[in-house]
T-cell receptor, first 111, second 113 residues
């Protein structure tokens, strides 16, 4: 079992650009959550997807959007990138009311 | 609005001794609490959890204590081992909005020989 996988590992973008990050959940998991972890901080909840719909959302602007596919994989899209969007983006998968398993993250740098 | 606080950014402990990590939360509506461990270049790994109906949960060397009246939880690691050196995050959530975890800023634990 490969666990939760994320791509790419690292990404450098310019302010104003758009970015898409990808996540494949652990086998058997149907729920995907996305978190943003700034340097020196804990992960902050962005949103959660279940049955291809956004089920919950944290305090992030509409520039952050997502999608879940029928195979449960997920994408996180960020539009109009700001310097403050530079962070580690973590994807976590779970099966309903069980603990979340995290991927290694995508390090996004906005210049 | 920081609803979860880990006030000790770092902790150094000798191998074989006890490590005690603390976490405070502000909202009494949280009813499920977790600890995660993170190594560099890896995602957080689930360690142990406790629901609000209990005040203690034990799993091997790891014990989590919950004091609901003080809105405080702690993680005890006994005995500490060099492989325990990592960043530890506490996380809280409400079971009626399961999966929307709120994390503390983390405590860096260093276990010295």
């Amino acid at each position: 079992d490969a666990g939760v996988t994320q791509s790419p590992t690292h990404l450098i973008k310019t302010r104003g650009q758009q970015v898409t990050l990808r996540c494949s959940p652990k086998s058997g998991h149907d729920t995907v959550s996305w978190y943003q972890q700034a340097l020196g901080q804990g992960p902050q909840f962005i949103f959660q997807y279940y049955e291809e719909e956004e089920r919950q959302r944290g305090n992030f602007p509409d520039r952050f959007s997502g999608h879940q596919f029928p195979n449960y994989s997920s994408e996180l899209n960020v539009n109009a990138l700001l310097l403050g969007d530079s962070a580690l983006y973590l994807c976590a998968s779970s099966s309903q009311y069980y603990e979340q398993y995290f991927g290694p993250g995508t390090r996004l740098t906005v210049t | 609005d920081q609803q979860v606080k880990q006030n000790s950014p770092s902790l150094s402990v000798q191998e074989g001794r006890i490590s005690i990590l603390n976490c405070d939360y502000t909202n009494s509506m949280f009813d499920y609490f977790l600890w995660y461990k993170k190594y560099p270049a890896e995602g957080p790994t689930f360690l142990i959890s406790i629901s609000s109906i209990k005040d203690k949960n034990e799993d091997g060397r790891f014990t989590v204590f919950l004091n609901k009246s003080a809105k405080h939880l702690s993680l005890h690691i006994v005995p500490s081992q060099p492989g325990d050196s990592a960043v530890y995050f506490c996380a809280v959530c409400r079971t009626d909005s399961w999966g929307k975890f709120q994390f503390g800023a983390g405590t860096q634990v260093v276990v010295t020989p």
